[in-house]
């Protein structure tokens, strides 16, 4: 999902305490988030994000996916493109559940700096 047409497939988790928004050219905040969207590289491709102003240290926002198939078994990964940066930036946590089991896969915390980063989650 490059989130051109909305969340996709995607979904706000009702139970925490922010929404993604779905923006583009900017967040509206100085001094965070990207100019340009990762797709395309201008101003006119969308993302989502987190209006900073309303998440709190300690808050959490969740975006969930439906239920992914695997498809090959071996080498299938979830690969997302991310931008952290500004200051009093958070992180990003990343969990896959399977067989009920939620576990922790990634970990990305505080500012990366003023560029697109990719993150390859192997799925297994």
């Not at 997302?80 to 399977?98: P, Q, T």
Request: charged share 25%; with cysteine; net charge negative.
């Amino acid at each position: 999902c490059d989130f051109q047409v909305g969340l996709c497939s995607w979904r706000n988790v009702e139970d925490d305490d922010g929404d993604w928004i779905v923006s583009s050219n900017g967040t509206g905040n100085m001094g965070s988030g990207p100019s340009v969207d990762h797709t395309y590289g201008s101003g006119y491709g969308n993302y989502v994000h987190l209006k900073t102003g309303d998440m709190e240290m300690g808050k959490t926002a969740k975006l969930e996916s439906q239920e992914m198939d695997q498809i090959n078994g071996d080498g299938d990964c979830f690969q997302f493109w991310y931008f952290l940066h500004g200051s009093d930036i958070g992180l990003i946590n990343v969990y896959i559940e399977h067989d009920g089991e939620v576990d922790e896969v990634s970990l990305i915390d505080g500012d990366r700096g003023n560029v697109w980063r990719t993150e390859r989650i192997p799925i297994t």
